[in-house]
């Protein structure tokens, strides 16, 4: 009976302290909450990013539906509408358009259902929709980094980009990123886009293959994240291109399969933007919003470079090791410490 009674006592402060890892403290007048995750479309990002949202909000006692807009505009608009139809008491969307996200919110503010939004965001100004909070990397960061990696270490490099998908405004972002690097340091290159991989591993396929196939020289390119990367390794090898040696490859996530590559020499450097961390912070924004705290409302975060100097700093994006990363106290993952951050970039 002793035995039986400590063990229990033992599963009880675990799943205490589990609770507590993930950053929130249950906190009974939050309890029977309800919220909407409204997915862009089907991308391992976004799947991880939710996988750790949906934990955390059902850690808290919370009712949560997960919704997808297969990166339809008009479906992500209807699935906000069916949210506030079902009373839901917060909505948060991956947005699948910066314009569809602006009507999204202006149904929300009008239902008086607070949105927030993580990764992509609406122009606040020209579509009217207000969002009750927002977390997302500097994907221009993202893109300037690798552009500042380039212009230190290969300034005479001839340098492509496989994009992401546009319309989001992420893409475009990195883009944007990239040259300006290149410029600041008067490199006088241009990062030539390819054509865009919309995320996805196998639309990137083709794009690098007929890369190959044109016959255009560059020494450098630069895909915009991982998931698109890994198509690229699978043409380049399929092609008998030594990633790291004949043709080098940058990036953005900084993924656990992306960390390999880089302890391999596949890929130079990475810029990371976890989904884990995204939806923790946004997480944290929905409850301070619940309880009626302050918060920064369009949270900025900033990331450094992952290259293999650095590669063991890397915050994990699977919800287990992200947990177990959080728990061990390995990394920040407090919003108050990137809110502060934020403030601190930008006032330079």
């Known amino acids: 009976m002793r035995k039986l009674i400590l063990f229990v006592m033992v599963v009880t402060l675990l799943l205490a302290s589990t609770a507590f890892a993930f950053g929130e403290a249950v906190d009974s007048d939050l309890a029977g909450k309800s919220i909407g995750l409204v997915n862009a479309g089907p991308d391992d990002y976004y799947y991880k990013l939710f996988d750790v949202y949906e934990a955390l909000a059902k850690d808290m006692g919370w009712e949560v539906t997960v919704l997808n807009s297969e990166y339809s505009p008009e479906k992500e608009i209807s699935n906000v509408q069916d949210l506030i139809i079902k009373g839901v008491d917060a909505i948060v969307v991956i947005t699948a358009n910066v314009y569809s ?5 202006k149904i929300a503010n009008e239902a008086g259902v607070p949105i927030f939004f993580v990764v992509g965001r609406p122009d606040e100004e020209s579509t009217g929709g207000r969002v009750d909070g927002h977390v997302g990397f500097s994907y221009y960061n993202c893109g300037y980094m690798n552009g500042e990696w380039i212009a230190k270490n290969y300034p005479n490099a001839k340098v492509v ?16 990123g990239i040259q300006d690097a290149l410029d600041d340091y008067n490199t006088g290159i241009e990062a030539v886009s390819v054509g865009s991989g919309e995320w996805q591993r196998t639309k990137a396929i083709p794009v690098a293959q007929d890369l190959l196939a044109s016959g255009r020289e560059f020494d450098i390119v630069y895909v915009m994240n991982e998931e698109m990367t890994a198509g690229v390794l699978q043409v380049f090898e399929e092609q008998g291109i ?5 043709k080098i490859i940058l990036t953005t996530n900084g ?5 390999e590559w880089i302890k391999a020499g596949k890929v130079a450097a990475t810029a990371p933007d976890p989904p884990s961390l995204c939806a ?3 997480f944290q924004q929905v409850v301070r919003y619940f309880k009626g705290e302050p918060f920064e409302r369009l949270l900025t975060v900033y990331s450094d470079l992952i290259t293999e ?14 947990f177990a990363g959080v728990e061990a106290d390995k990394f920040q993952y407090d919003l108050a ?9 930008e006032s330079k």
């Not at 030594?242 to 004949?246: A, N, R, T």
């Not at 993924?255 to 960390?259: A, N, R, T």
């Not at 410490?337 to 970039?345: G, L, V």
């Open 337 to 345: 410490y990137y809110e502060a951050k934020m403030r601190e970039r």
């Open 309 to 322: 100097e650095n590669v063991d700093s890397a915050i994990p994006w699977k919800k287990d090791a992200y």
């Open 101 to 105: 996200a602006g009507q999204a919110a």
């Open 242 to 246: 030594v990633p790291g040696k004949d």
């Open 255 to 259: 993924k656990e399969e992306g960390i």
């Open 161 to 176: 980009t496989i994009d992401g998908m546009y319309g989001q405004g992420t893409a475009e972002a990195h883009a944007q």
């Open 280 to 282: 923790h912070l946004s």
